[in-house]
């Protein structure tokens, strides 16, 4: 999201707390300047949506990452 990285500075400064990915706070974390309050209770999902053109002759690269994408998460046409 475009305003994790505020949201990380906003934390780091020791006056505020808030959510961030866990995918993006790990560094963090893993530094021993964030830890997880409740993350059972205050923990939420974001949906991931992939859109592509039905048409399209897309390059392979553009296709090995929707492969990788898909394989990640479940998708439904």
Known sequence: MYHDEGIAHLILSGKFIGYLPEHYAS??????????????????????????????????????????IKQCYSFEK
């Open 27 to 68: 560094y963090w974390v893993d530094k021993g300047l964030f830890k997880t309050i409740l993350p059972q209770q205050y923990r939420y999902q974001i949906p991931v949506a992939l859109i592509t053109s039905n048409n399209h002759s897309g390059s392979p690269l553009a296709q090995a990452m929707i492969d990788a």
